[in-house]
């Protein structure tokens, strides 16, 4: 099984390339550039590095949210097209699901936690027996403030794990807020990682082959800042007008 795989869905970009179950290509860009401008150029360097004609992938995977709106939109847009022109499953994972596979050797809770502005994150809450990673709540967008609140709730003996671009922003309140001790991701492993994409989408290619991964949408969470600032400059009125 060959995998193509990249995320646009976060504030780095990342491509993968999986040969026969095992990760041959994988580049990380935090470099600020937008997706628009990255991903093609990526996904061709590294297809020619690793010696990989577009014609033996048999999947495309992708982040399908929550994250960037713009950098959603242009990775649904280009997954659906290789997808299209080659004939192949499109497999769209969430992507606060690969954010956790990051800690899936930790025993504990894991939290990933993509910075959404508005002092709120994108997140979900998970546990890890060490070996396996299990959902335990919604996606949900919440204040940073209440996700800590409802963490010190449930357990304050249970190692928490933290990762995603959120714990750049918010590192210095988990530590003043959070009961528990927190374990904080590292390197590459703080972000949306493409390599992780790929492993997850190979254990999914069975239920994504029959094409309705094509007619996913991107999960968003929450509206848009160009909607939130359109409804605060003309309230009692619709958007949809």
């Given amino acids: 099984m060959n995998i193509l795989a990249f995320d646009t869905a976060s504030s780095s970009g990342a491509v993968a390339i999986l040969k026969d179950g095992v990760i041959v290509a994988h580049t990380q860009l935090n470099i600020g550039l937008t997706h628009s401008e990255q991903l093609l150029p990526t996904v061709d360097a590294l297809m020619m590095i690793s010696r990989t004609d577009v014609s033996t992938i048999d999947a495309i995977a992708i982040t399908s949210g929550p994250g960037s709106f713009t950098g959603l939109r242009i990775g649904f847009s280009t997954a659906k097209g290789m997808a299209l022109g080659l004939h192949k499953p499109l497999i ?18 894991i939290v990933p936690i993509m910075n959404a502005r508005r002092n709120q994150v994108y997140t979900a809450i998970y546990d890890s027996d060490g070996q396996m990673v299990t959902r335990r709540s919604d996606y949900q967008a919440i204040g940073i403030d209440h996700l800590l609140a409802a963490l010190n709730d449930v357990s304050t003996e249970v190692p928490v794990y933290f990762t995603g671009d ?15 001790a927190p374990i904080f991701a590292e390197g590459t492993r703080r972000y949306v990682c493409a390599d992780m994409l790929a492993l997850l989408a190979a254990e999914q290619v069975e239920a ?23 409804r605060e400059a003309h309230p009692g009125e619709c958007l949809e007008d």
């Fill in 166 to 180: 959120g714990v750049d922003v918010f590192a210095d309140t988990i530590r003043a807020q959070l009961a528990a």
């Fill in 92 to 109: 769209p994972i969430p992507t606060l699901d690969v954010l956790a596979e990051n800690g899936r050797g930790i025993i504990g809770r």
């Fill in 208 to 230: 994504w082959q029959d094409g309705h991964g094509m007619r996913v949408e991107p999960l968003y969470l929450r509206d848009s800042e160009a909607a939130v600032k359109w």
